[in-house]
């Protein structure tokens, strides 16, 4: 039998993002590194009423409507986004963590609110 050692590299190697209570949306160091995030220094952020998705396109560039400002803690990815989600009625009373979707063709990532 041979063993192999597991090397803790954080909480999940799955892409994924989290809402926090105080309002920030953050990318986890798998999806920074896999989609390459850290190249962006802002985000827009989109919602889908009726299906109930949120939406982030990241871009470099400042003057694009509705751009937030993109910030690397440790080896995440964070945005400020408290105004999006108390507009948009989206819990964030508490953490949670989301799957991430990649949508080429619109180029933004997207996670399921509800």
């Known amino acids: 039998m041979t063993f192999e050692r597991y090397l803790r590299l954080g909480h999940s190697m799955k892409p994924g993002a989290s809402i926090w209570k105080m309002g920030q949306l953050s990318f986890n160091r798998s999806a920074v590194e896999t989609y390459k995030l850290d190249g962006f220094k802002y985000a827009v952020l989109f919602y889908d009423r009726d299906k109930k998705k949120i939406g982030i396109k990241f871009t470099n560039d400042a003057k694009e409507q509705g751009a937030g400002k993109v910030s690397m803690k ?41």
């Open 74 to 114: 440790r080896r995440d990815a964070m945005v400020f986004a408290k105004g999006f989600l108390e507009h948009f009625g989206i819990e964030h009373s508490k953490t949670k963590r989301f799957a991430i979707q990649h949508d080429e063709k619109n180029g933004m990532f997207v996670l399921e609110a509800e």
